[in-house]
């Protein structure tokens, strides 16, 4: 049985590899920074990582290139962490921060685009295969409309919660809805909004008449 | 040209000359890990489709980072190879997608921190490279695939599907399985 609402070892594994579009590598790094024992799992990946880096074979490099870096240690020695002046414009503390590095604004102050009833989105950004990386905020009580997939959908809930049958979601979980997945209903539990970071990997069928109306002009 | 270094690393671990460096700025020791990881470095880079000379100059980086940075290298939680891994891939996305790869910070402490799974123990930092080797060895060919198409090659978990002609939920079920298989055979030698 998986684990209710933690992702599977191989999305560490490839995180580790690098081999992760930015849109899953920042979802993926969202939903560890609030497990410290995923974060242990990741150095163990990248630690085999390391070992495969020793394993490489060696390329040849240029006579002169040890000597020169070298010469160039003194004059890096003068740098330190002087250049480590990010600009921490998101100050919301309840959120891992290479989102907040990531969104440069608070969740609060986000252009937010009214999707349906009840809800609203901010698109983020679009990855290689085209899954879409965005943002939902949908208030306390809202029944998101009935709906398959075509890909896997995946939602870190960040503030707030919701439930999908007997499974309830809070923030540091993720839910994972394949492709299989059918007639898909997350309820937002009653009380403060939810607001999730979501990857949808391919566009979702909504079921209802007035869904299909609504889908072109949420963009999903 | 004469070699600056000649300490032998078969008697230093890397670790201890990492330690050199941080506390003492020893040169020599840092001219060993340079001839030692750089080629390995460029020779990473390089799979991963930078050209020579790319690779060589942020081989080159990678390694003055080290030696910026060497104070903040904890061996008690990290070897060396991992963490200079992790500054070489981190540099390579940057450069080839532009934007930075995002990172994981253990000091995050959200108030929500969830510990719904108990892992099994954690890797020990001593294993060495040739463990690594061996413990790939043992692997199936097909779940050793699935690892190497993720390191070497930067495949999603669709793209290895893709390639392999096999289902989505095989690759990921071999990646799974081959990285526990890995944790554990490392883990229990270390």
């Known amino acids: 049985m998986k684990p209710h609402g933690l992702i599977g070892d191989e999305w560490l594994v490839s995180y580790a590899a690098g081999a992760l579009s930015n849109v899953h590598a920042l979802t993926i790094a969202s939903h560890v920074s609030y497990q410290p024992e995923m974060q242990e799992k990741i150095r163990a990946a990248e630690a085999i990582g390391g070992d495969i880096l020793c394993q490489e074979e060696t390329a040849a490099i240029s006579e002169t290139l040890l000597a020169e870096t070298l010469a160039k240690l003194d004059h890096h020695e003068t740098e330190q962490e002087a250049a480590i002046n990010k600009e921490a414009s998101n100050t919301d503390t309840d959120i891992p921060s290479c989102l907040r590095d990531y969104l440069g604004a608070n969740l609060d102050d986000l252009n937010w685009k009214l999707m349906g009833p009840g809800m609203h989105q901010v698109k983020l950004a679009t990855g290689p295969e085209g899954e879409k990386l965005w943002l939902l905020r949908a208030r306390g009580g809202t029944i998101i409309p009935e709906h398959d997939h075509r890909g896997t959908e995946m939602t870190l809930v960040l503030r707030g919660s919701y439930h999908v049958g007997s499974d309830h979601y809070t923030p540091g979980l993720i839910e994972i809805a394949d492709a299989d997945v059918l007639n898909h209903q997350p309820m937002i539990d009653e009380g403060e909004d939810c607001i999730c970071l979501v990857v949808t990997e391919a566009p979702i069928k909504l079921k209802s008449f007035i869904g299909r109306m609504v889908q072109p002009f949420i963009g999903l | ?190």
Not at chain 2, 66 to 92: G, I
């Open chain 2, 1 to 190: 040209m004469a070699h600056i270094s000649s300490i032998a690393t078969d008697t230093v671990t890397f670790e201890e000359l990492a330690a050199l460096v941080a506390k003492k700025r020893d040169k020599e020791a840092f001219a060993t890990l340079f001839e030692h990881f750089a080629p390995r470095i460029k020779s990473y880079l390089m799979k991963h489709g930078l050209e020579n000379g790319h690779a060589e100059e942020i081989a080159q980086e990678v390694l003055i980072t080290f030696w910026r940075k060497a104070t903040l290298f904890d061996p008690q939680k990290a070897k060396l190879s991992t963490w200079l891994f992790r500054v070489a891939r981190n540099r390579m996305i940057d450069l080839k997608r532009k934007r930075k790869y995002p990172e994981v910070n253990a000091d995050d402490h959200l108030a929500q921190m969830v510990s719904a799974e108990r892992t099994d123990r954690p890797i020990e930092v001593k294993q060495d490279a040739k463990l690594v080797a061996s413990a790939l060895g043992i692997l199936p060919k097909n779940q050793r695939k699935a690892i190497e198409l993720s390191f070497f090659d930067e495949l999603s978990h669709s793209q290895i599907a893709e390639k392999l002609s096999i289902p989505l939920g095989t690759v990921k079920s071999r990646i799974r399985i081959a990285f526990n298989v890995l944790r554990k055979e490392l883990g229990d030698q270390g």
